[in-house]
T-cell receptor, first 117, second 112 residues
Framework: GAVVSQHPSRVICKSGTSVKIECRSL??????MFWYRQFPKQSLMLMAT?????????EQGVEKDKFLINHASLTLSTLTVTSAHPEDSSFYIC?????????????FGPGTRLTVT | SQQGEEDPQALSIQEGENATMNCSYK?????LQWYRQNSGRGLVHLIL?????REKHSGRLRVTLDTSKKSSSLLITASRAADTASYFC????????????FGKGTRLSVIA
């Protein structure tokens, strides 16, 4: 099956610093990738839709200047958490669809656990 | 935003019993999917049921979909301790490049 990887799997950073999370589709091309955030014991909440070659679309309440998304190629999207604060500590999960398959299964990365101290 | 609700929010059963989780959603869908997530881990895709299907089986899993009631259920038969996890339904409202929208999830505990 299709594989989506994320790097790093865990990261600890200090308040005020920036952290970059990578999401890669390993064996398929993805025009669109999605970034979700999950707080402990809660569900996944969509943060933004990352579009290859164009600007990301952010969900209401998600600060685009804080969560910078770059989708530079059909296999890579990055999420940069800028000026991180402890409340940004969360589990970040990306997903992608195989653009050749249209509707159907969405493939999820294993997630990145961010802890801001 | 979240598409709907799951109930129960938490379920505790004995090993060998069946577990039923329900999911309701608000809008028309293309398909509905169920995922499992172990604590602190990534998502595992369990099953996808399309809007024109009413029931689907996969091993010990049985999923039903009632589009008139905008609801789905996931039945796990003969549960095992290893089934302990959170279970989420996710709806796909369009075909093509749209995100899945997740329900709030059910935390299942299977006691050996």
């Amino acid at each position: 099956g299709a594989v989506v990887s994320q790097h790093p799997s865990r990261v600890i950073c200090k308040s005020g610093t920036s952290v970059k999370i990578e999401c890669r589709s390993l064996d398929f091309q993805a025009t669109t990738m999605f970034w979700y955030r999950q707080f402990p014991k809660q569900s996944l909440m969509l943060m933004a839709t990352s579009n290859e070659g164009s600007k990301a679309t952010y969900e209401q309440g998600v600060e685009k200047d804080k969560f910078l998304i770059n989708h530079a190629s059909l296999t890579l999207s990055t999420l940069t958490v800028t000026s991180a604060h402890p409340e940004d500590s969360s589990f970040y999960i990306c997903s992608a669809r195989d653009r050749e398959q249209g509707a159907g299964e969405q493939y999820f990365g294993p997630g990145t656990r961010l802890t801001v101290t | 935003s979240q598409q709907g609700e799951e109930d129960p929010q938490a379920l505790s059963i004995q090993e060998g019993e069946n577990a039923t989780m329900n999911c309701s959603y608000k809008t028309s869908i293309n398909n509905l999917q169920w995922y499992r997530q172990n604590s602190g881990r990534g998502l595992v895709h369990l099953i996808l049921i399309r809007s024109n299907e009413r029931e689907k089986h996969s091993g010990r899993l049985r999923v039903t979909l009632d589009t008139s009631k905008k609801s789905s259920s996931l039945l796990i038969t003969a549960s095992r301790a290893a089934d302990t996890a959170s279970y989420f339904c996710a709806t796909d409202v369009h075909s093509g490049n749209t995100p899945l929208v997740f329900g709030k999830g059910t935390r299942l505990s299977v006691i050996a």
